[in-house]
Nanobody, 124 residues
Framework: QVQLVESGGGLVQAGGSLRLSCAASGRTDKRYTMGWFRQAPGKEREFVAAITWTGVVTEYADSVKGRYTISRDNANSVGYLQMNRLIPEDTAVYYC?????????????????WGQGTQVVVSS
């Protein structure tokens, strides 16, 4: 089992930046792939970014490519999502997720563990 706790959300003006963190605990010795998803009000949960255990391979949704950066610090069992040039459409609850596989997947059903989410609001 892996427990995930997100932090770093908040209210920011358009054009600003936020960095989300995802602290993992439990079986952090397992080489899990980490992903970030988001869900806006009235919309389905959507893939944002993912990173393999080694950090060598990353993948991003087209809507965030070039603005967001995913990273991880395995020594401290923490994952990050740096979000720059935020726009109002980025407003959502952001979730950290982990899957017991070295292969990145972009579907939420492919992930085994989830955090509670952190709210991000981008004002215009």
């Amino acid at each position: 089992q892996v427990q995930l706790v997100e932090s770093g959300g908040g209210l920011v003006q358009a054009g600003g930046s936020l960095r989300l963190s995802c602290a993992a605990s439990g079986r952090t010795d397992k080489r899990y792939t980490m992903g970030w998803f988001r869900q806006a009000p009235g919309k389905e949960r959507e893939f944002v970014a993912a990173i393999t255990w080694t950090g060598v391979v990353t993948e991003y949704a087209d809507s965030v490519k070039g603005r967001y950066t995913i990273s991880r610090d395995n020594a401290n069992s923490v994952g990050y999502l740096q979000m720059n040039r935020l726009i109002p459409e980025d407003t959502a609850v952001y979730y950290c997720a982990a899957r017991n596989s070295p292969v990145i997947r972009t579907t939420s059903t492919s992930y085994d563990y989830w955090g509670q989410g952190t709210q991000v609001v981008v004002s215009s």
